[in-house]
């Protein structure tokens, strides 16, 4: 079976997230779960990212998407929107960040 576009990203996305070791889970929604919550659910070192992928740069977050951001950003965390090489690039600077700023 074909990927969609936005597959595609996604499996981007759990490749780097894999190559870093980083835990996450794609939280589904099926009806019983909370909307507008980011496709993947990370913690790297204990700091928490969301990333919510998309097909292209033309397609954006929902309002209940970027209330869910401002969620996450205003509890400490960060969330990303991830569509293109160059914005999973980003979103891979940040975990190398978090990994960088911890001192065992």
């Known amino acids: 079976m074909a990927r969609t576009p936005e597959g595609k990203v996604k499996d981007k996305v759990t ?6 070791g980083v835990f996450y889970f ?4 099926n009806g019983f779960g909370t909307s507008g919550i980011p496709d993947y659910v990370c913690c790297v070192d204990g700091r928490f990212i969301g990333i919510e992928c998309k097909a292209d740069k033309s397609k954006s977050a929902t309002p209940l998407q970027m ?7 205003a509890a400490g965390g960060r ?11 980003g979103v891979e600077s940040a975990i190398l960040s978090y990994k960088k700023d911890i001192r065992r």
């Open 15 to 20: 490749a780097m997230l894999k190559k870093h």
């Open 26 to 29: 794609l939280p589904g929604n």
């Open 67 to 73: 209330k869910a951001a401002a969620a996450i950003t």
């Open 79 to 89: 969330w990303f929107l991830a569509y293109d090489d160059e914005t999973i690039a």
